[in-house]
């Protein structure tokens, strides 16, 4: 039976990790995120569904734990902020050139550098453009409700095994810290070891005698072979742009100008439309919620419905603005409007911005 | 008598291990890479347990173990293959585990996963090659690198004082509780490849009692061509100095610390 109850996002994501049946987590305390592997702690799955939870002696090894345990087969997952997060952009990079499905979960606090423990949305680059190295995307889920911290558990899980890629939930320090009204969706149980065998046919679980070994790497020393499998993860990475893409409109039908803001900043950016429209403004919202994939072909068709214009509003200094233009592509202005350094824009910040936008 | 009439299963007193293909391996002639990587299948598949093994493979010398080892294996980010075994034994918690390291996997870039894995006691096996230079690179320094010794980037011989010690991590591992067996082999001759596997698989029974308590076994190794020497050159350079400082034997049994000199 899916259960109502208050909760803060970052303990939401953790519950929901529960019940969508993840097989371990492994993480290190960071703020705004502790409060998952507390919850997690106190919740002891392994006594229930037999999930494991560990304290790491860093992010490092964590991502490398997710990695081991996901070459397995299993539902494996980590979560941090911004700081922890670059330390494990390292095995991000192994586990996408392994082709791994996992979960990986940033709660963005303002940077650079040891920075602030206020949200922020200053990752946006490092999630969406790599951040490890070599050619590879991560599937990014951005939650703007605590509802959505619990139900993009799940989705992200779906989306990584479906896809054998490493998801991230992209979320940010307001996101983890509030507390909201939130539908628990039912407890799916842990897979058997025999259905993990089932899904995963890759995975290193131990050479039955009479098959293959399954090896887990991502060391392609050989050129040719090394740039097959690239054109094999941009063959996937195509498929995965058509047709994961997910995003939300808001009062986009007549508007002239649309705000573009994921997480927090949609949030904020929600009440600005409603005081715009309330000041005679057609104004809208688009709500990325897949960052990677981005809802470009929601941009063009806006711009087909006679949009002018698209600000981009973020807790940076303009990231996804970037990927706005690139939408557009010269078809509609577009701008960014931000604060930075873990500062929310407050919704009459936006309408100003807006106003000056829409001259 | 024919050859055929010869070849016959009654007849054979010795075979490959079928855990070792046939590939030729990336190692140098004379190195003890191939020595290990021998003992180590002998004794997975003498123990019958190759079907519920899972390897890690290092970055160093042997990142491609796994093109030689007929079981299932993960490859790991340089120094990060104890945080790969832990992830991989704490959902298989049946299923017995091992990593294969270097001496800059293990003990430089990788302490922190080394030490920790160590210190949680993560029911698995631990394999350390200690050939006290970076081979793959090319003959750098390493944390292993003996006082005085010339490499690459010690090219004046290393100089403690700017450079540290040759650290001991073997013998700081064995001050972990949680650590149930340490000790250091060698094998360079038949006497000691025969020592060295009966250590592995003392490791791996202790390994199929499922209790906590990580096994750890360093294996003193030559690098003939790192160090510039004939193997057979290198094997007795080895002996001489080598020994002296990484004194060969077993170091903690069953979590209680034996004699050890470098220790005393």
Same mark, same amino acid.
């Given at each position: 039976m899916s259960e109502l109850r208050l909760m803060k996002g970052n303990e939401a994501l953790a519950e929901a990790a529960i019940r969508a049946g993840v097989d371990a987590y492994y993480g290190y305390p960071i703020t705004p995120q502790s409060e998952v592997m507390e919850y997690l702690m106190k919740a002891n799955p392994e006594k229930t569904t037999g999930m494991v939870v560990l304290q790491a002696e860093s992010e490092v090894a964590s991502i490398n734990m997710v990695y081991g345990a996901a070459g397995a087969g299993k539902m494996a997952m980590t979560s941090s902020s911004s700081p922890g997060v670059s330390l494990m952009q390292e095995g991000i990079s192994y586990i996408a050139g392994a082709e791994l499905p996992c979960v990986v979960v940033n709660v963005v606090r303002g940077g650079p550098g040891l920075g602030t423990i206020q949200p922020s949305q200053a990752d946006y680059f490092q999630t969406v453009k %790599? %951040?490890?190295? %070599?050619?590879y995307k991560l599937i990014t889920l951005a939650p703007a409700s605590v509802q959505e911290m619990a139900d993009f558990m799940k989705l992200a899980f779906d989306l990584a095994f479906k896809y054998r890629n490493p998801a991230m939930i992209l979320s940010d320090g307001a996101i983890g810290q509030m507390m909201e009204k939130v539908e628990l969706f039912d407890p799916v149980p842990r897979r058997t070891d025999e259905k993990v065998a089932e899904q995963c046919?890759?995975? &290193? &679980?131990g050479r039955k005698r009479g098959t293959q070994k399954r090896v887990i790497t991502s060391l392609r020393l050989v050129a040719s072979v090394q740039e097959e499998f690239n054109i094999k993860l941009q063959n996937k990475y195509k498929e995965i742009q058509e047709k994961e893409v997910r995003s939300e409109m808001l009062q986009c039908d007549d508007a002239e100008f649309v705000i573009v803001a994921y997480g927090s900043s949609a949030r904020t950016s929600m009440k600005a439309v409603q005081i715009a429209r309330e000041h005679g403004l057609k104004v809208g919202l688009l709500r990325p919620q897949t960052l990677w994939p981005f809802p470009s072909k929601q941009i063009e068709t806006l711009i087909n419905n006679g949009v002018k214009g698209f600000l981009s509003v973020e807790m940076s200094a303009g990231q996804m603005v970037e990927d706005v233009k690139l939408a557009a592509n010269g078809g509609a202005k577009v701008e960014h409007y931000g604060r930075m350094g873990g500062v929310i824009a407050s919704p009459s910040d936006i309408y100003e911005a807006l106003k000056k936008f829409a001259k | 008598m024919e050859l055929e009439d010869i070849i016959k299963d009654e007849n054979i007193v010795f075979k490959k291990t079928k855990l070792l293909n046939d590939k030729p391996l990336s190692y140098c002639p004379g190195c003890g890479h191939g020595t290990v990587h021998r003992i180590l299948m002998e004794t997975i598949e003498e123990l019958g347990i190759d079907e519920e093994t899972i390897g890690i493979a290092p970055v160093g010398c042997a990142v491609m173990a796994y093109e030689f080892m007929e079981i299932d294996m993960q490859e790991a980010a340089h120094g990060r293959a104890p945080a790969l075994a832990t992830g991989i034994k704490r959902v298989y918690p049946n299923k017995y585990v091992f990593t294969y390291q270097g001496d800059g996997d293990l003990a430089a870039i990788g302490t922190a996963e080394t030490m920790h894995c160590c210190n949680r006691g993560e029911n698995i096996l631990i394999i350390f090659i200690n050939n006290g230079i970076y081979g793959m690179t090319g003959g750098q320094m390493a944390p292993t690198t003996l006082e005085g010794a010339k490499t690459s980037t010690s090219p004046y011989g290393r100089d403690v004082s700017t450079m540290g010690y040759p650290i001991r991590i073997t013998e700081l591992i064995a001050q972990l509780p949680a650590v149930r067996y340490v000790t250091r082999q060698s094998v360079h001759t038949p006497a000691a490849v025969r020592k060295a596997k009966a250590a592995i698989r003392k490791a791996f029974e202790y390994q199929s009692e499922g209790k906590q308590g990580t096994c750890f076994i360093e294996f003193l190794s030559n690098c003939n061509s790192g160090w510039k020497m004939t193997p057979a050159q290198a094997n007795k350079w080895m002996e001489e100095n080598t020994f002296k400082y990484y004194v060969p034997g077993d170091i903690k049994d069953n979590f209680k610390l034996l004699k050890n000199p470098i220790i005393e």
């Amino acid at each position: 039976m899916s259960e109502l109850r208050l909760m803060k996002g970052n303990e939401a994501l953790a519950e929901a990790a529960i019940r969508a049946g993840v097989d371990a987590y492994y993480g290190y305390p960071i703020t705004p995120q502790s409060e998952v592997m507390e919850y997690l702690m106190k919740a002891n799955p392994e006594k229930t569904t037999g999930m494991v939870v560990l304290q790491a002696e860093s992010e490092v090894a964590s991502i490398n734990m997710v990695y081991g345990a996901a070459g397995a087969g299993k539902m494996a997952m980590t979560s941090s902020s911004s700081p922890g997060v670059s330390l494990m952009q390292e095995g991000i990079s192994y586990i996408a050139g392994a082709e791994l499905p996992c979960v990986v979960v940033n709660v963005v606090r303002g940077g650079p550098g040891l920075g602030t423990i206020q949200p922020s949305q200053a990752d946006y680059f490092q999630t969406v453009k %790599g %951040g490890g190295h %070599g050619d590879y995307k991560l599937i990014t889920l951005a939650p703007a409700s605590v509802q959505e911290m619990a139900d993009f558990m799940k989705l992200a899980f779906d989306l990584a095994f479906k896809y054998r890629n490493p998801a991230m939930i992209l979320s940010d320090g307001a996101i983890g810290q509030m507390m909201e009204k939130v539908e628990l969706f039912d407890p799916v149980p842990r897979r058997t070891d025999e259905k993990v065998a089932e899904q995963c046919p890759w995975a &290193t &679980t131990g050479r039955k005698r009479g098959t293959q070994k399954r090896v887990i790497t991502s060391l392609r020393l050989v050129a040719s072979v090394q740039e097959e499998f690239n054109i094999k993860l941009q063959n996937k990475y195509k498929e995965i742009q058509e047709k994961e893409v997910r995003s939300e409109m808001l009062q986009c039908d007549d508007a002239e100008f649309v705000i573009v803001a994921y997480g927090s900043s949609a949030r904020t950016s929600m009440k600005a439309v409603q005081i715009a429209r309330e000041h005679g403004l057609k104004v809208g919202l688009l709500r990325p919620q897949t960052l990677w994939p981005f809802p470009s072909k929601q941009i063009e068709t806006l711009i087909n419905n006679g949009v002018k214009g698209f600000l981009s509003v973020e807790m940076s200094a303009g990231q996804m603005v970037e990927d706005v233009k690139l939408a557009a592509n010269g078809g509609a202005k577009v701008e960014h409007y931000g604060r930075m350094g873990g500062v929310i824009a407050s919704p009459s910040d936006i309408y100003e911005a807006l106003k000056k936008f829409a001259k | 008598m024919e050859l055929e009439d010869i070849i016959k299963d009654e007849n054979i007193v010795f075979k490959k291990t079928k855990l070792l293909n046939d590939k030729p391996l990336s190692y140098c002639p004379g190195c003890g890479h191939g020595t290990v990587h021998r003992i180590l299948m002998e004794t997975i598949e003498e123990l019958g347990i190759d079907e519920e093994t899972i390897g890690i493979a290092p970055v160093g010398c042997a990142v491609m173990a796994y093109e030689f080892m007929e079981i299932d294996m993960q490859e790991a980010a340089h120094g990060r293959a104890p945080a790969l075994a832990t992830g991989i034994k704490r959902v298989y918690p049946n299923k017995y585990v091992f990593t294969y390291q270097g001496d800059g996997d293990l003990a430089a870039i990788g302490t922190a996963e080394t030490m920790h894995c160590c210190n949680r006691g993560e029911n698995i096996l631990i394999i350390f090659i200690n050939n006290g230079i970076y081979g793959m690179t090319g003959g750098q320094m390493a944390p292993t690198t003996l006082e005085g010794a010339k490499t690459s980037t010690s090219p004046y011989g290393r100089d403690v004082s700017t450079m540290g010690y040759p650290i001991r991590i073997t013998e700081l591992i064995a001050q972990l509780p949680a650590v149930r067996y340490v000790t250091r082999q060698s094998v360079h001759t038949p006497a000691a490849v025969r020592k060295a596997k009966a250590a592995i698989r003392k490791a791996f029974e202790y390994q199929s009692e499922g209790k906590q308590g990580t096994c750890f076994i360093e294996f003193l190794s030559n690098c003939n061509s790192g160090w510039k020497m004939t193997p057979a050159q290198a094997n007795k350079w080895m002996e001489e100095n080598t020994f002296k400082y990484y004194v060969p034997g077993d170091i903690k049994d069953n979590f209680k610390l034996l004699k050890n000199p470098i220790i005393e």
